[in-house]
């Protein structure tokens, strides 16, 4: 099994920045893609950036030129940087985590930390 426990959220104005991390322990060996999603109140938990293995990114467009999100495969940590963080980053974020073992895919999501962005 594996944990990811999320640090680095908080309270900021807009045009901050704040940078995420995420750090796997337990069984870690073959994890693969790395990811972070966001939820805001009455909303749908959606994807905001995702690295795989060999460190492709993809972004969602609202954040694209904003956030860059990064891995340390060495110490199983993936990392999210925002910049000009806007009212709208407002939302908790997960970390979320594939791994395979054998011919099975698990997946692992972390309890989530407070991004506010407000004034």
């Known amino acids: 099994q594996v944990q990811l426990v999320e640090s680095g959220g908080g309270l900021v104005q807009p045009g901050g920045s704040l940078n995420l991390s995420c750090v796997a322990s337990g069984n870690t060996f073959n994890i693969n893609a790395m990811a972070w999603y966001r939820q805001a109140p009455g909303k749908k938990r959606d994807l905001v950036a995702r690295?795989?293995?060999?460190?492709?990114?993809n972004y969602v467009d609202s954040v694209k030129g904003r956030f860059t999100i990064s891995r340390d495969n060495a110490k199983n940590t993936v990392y999210l940087q925002m910049n000009r963080l806007k009212n709208e980053d407002t939302a908790v974020y997960h970390c979320n985590v594939h791994q395979t073992i054998d011919e099975w895919l698990r997946i692992y999501w972390g309890q989530g930390t407070q991004v506010t962005v407000s004034s």
């Open positions: 690295i795989d293995k060999d460190r492709t990114t």
